[in-house]
């Protein structure tokens, strides 16, 4: 915290303070399939939804970091609602960089504090026209929208294509939520309390100067105008929506260490010559080395929301080249929380199949994001592998 400001300290702190209530909510989450609205009553009244979002329309206005430290001290408590918190929180940044001072104030209006984002960038199905004035989505069809039955306003990607069906570009979109028809399909594994709904789109018009393109935003080129002497709204789009995903499972990783050691001095050992596990040298060695992967994988996503907040503060957007590593980053750093949380789940020993383990929640919930394609290893490691030897990368939204 050296290097941090009495706010966002502060910030932070206010994210550890909730930790145990969301610990004793799990069970509620999970059952409900969205947050508890205690929940999402603390997380505006405590400011930890607007930290990206601007001081002129309510926000705090901080920088990636305090973001991201709050996001992964959330997971620890609950992987739903740090999961909520960074995708929620992260559309506020894309929002204030992507579109217009009309758009702002039309979204937050004269009620900024009940505005949530919740939104998707890429759809399952979406068959949309230009009109005069605007766009017309006739049908359209996104799952996993994040934070779906809390949110007041989306944030959506729509193709557009040519005579031939070519796609020629991605227009973001944003648009009131009661726009939208929210479908019952989250029965799922893991991150259930996320809420992480599919949603539809029949015959919505969306006009101009609600739709930007997805290809100039990545490059850098906002419209908001406005906001462009505010370093924090030169952030990297794409890596910074990126990292949002990959934070909760640091989170979540912390807090299966934590459990394995909080409930260590209990545990009895059998058939390893000690009579207690927490004197057992094998039990040393693996959460030693889970420590150590929890450790790397930290440092991996702080270099990545330090870098982001650099570039931002330098007035230059970041190159293509750093945005790449970035990318890398994250899942080699995704790739250090998998190895660490297989290393604990080992240690724990068989207890935790047992419904109610708190080892359980943890288990399920981190697949569940692992497996997001957009935090892979393997493609992110490649594309940074292919820009070191001067090709580009297959993934050209970079």
């Known amino acids: ?104 104030e039309e979204i937050f209006g004269d009620n900024p504090e009940n505005v949530l984002f919740a939104g998707v960038y890429e759809p399952r199905q979406c068959k949309a026209q ?13 799952m996993f929208c994040s934070g779906s039955r809390h949110a007041t306003w989306g944030y959506f990607g729509m193709p557009i294509t040519n005579e031939k069906g070519e796609l020629v570009d991605q227009v973001l979109m944003t648009l009131p939520f009661d726009q939208m028809e929210i479908q019952d399909d989250w029965y799922v594994m893991g991150l259930k309390g996320s809420g992480s709904n599919s949603v539809k789109m029949h015959n919505v018009f969306i006009p101009d100067h609600r739709a930007v393109s997805f290809t100039e935003a990545l490059s850098g080129n906002f419209e908001s105008d406005h906001l462009r ?72 996503f702080k270099r990545v929301a330090e870098d982001l907040d650099k570039w931002a503060a330098s007035g230059k957007y970041m190159d293509r080249h750093a945005r790449v590593r970035t990318l890398a980053d994250i899942g080699h750093a995704n790739e250090l929380c998998r190895e660490a949380f297989d290393i604990v789940m080992l240690s724990s020993g068989s207890g935790y199949v047992y419904e109610g383990h708190p080892l359980q929640r943890l288990f399920r919930d981190f697949w569940t994001l692992h497996s997001h394609r957009s935090l892979s290893p393997s493609i992110n490691k490649e594309n940074y592998g292919r820009v070191l030897v001067g090709l580009e990368s297959n993934a050209l939204r970079y």
């Open 1 to 104: 915290m050296a290097n941090m400001t009495q706010v966002e300290v502060s910030f932070l702190e206010k994210a550890k303070a909730m930790v145990p209530k969301l610990k004793e909510r799990g069970k509620e989450t999970e059952e409900l399939g969205k947050l508890p609205q205690e929940t999402i009553d603390e997380l505006k009244e405590s400011g930890l939804f607007t930290l990206l979002r601007p001081k002129r329309y309510g926000g705090h206005q901080t920088n990636i970091q305090t973001y991201a430290d709050c996001v992964v001290e959330l997971s620890k408590g609950c992987a739903s609602t740090g999961w909520i918190m960074a995708l929620c929180g992260i559309r506020e940044l894309m929002v204030a960089e992507s579109f217009s001072e009309k758009a702002h």
């Open 130 to 142: 230009k009109i005069e004035g605007g766009y017309m989505v006739e049908e359209g069809f996104w």
């Open 229 to 300: 002497d505010i370093p924090l709204y030169n952030t990297a789009l794409f890596p910074a929506l990126i990292l949002s995903l990959g934070l909760p499972a640091l989170g979540l990783a912390k807090a299966a260490h934590e459990s394995v050691i909080e409930f260590l001095p209990k545990r009895k050992a059998a058939h390893i010559g000690v009579e207690y596990l927490r004197d057992a040298p094998s039990m040393h060695l693996q959460l030693s080395d889970a420590a150590m992967k929890i450790d790397s994988a930290e440092m991996h």
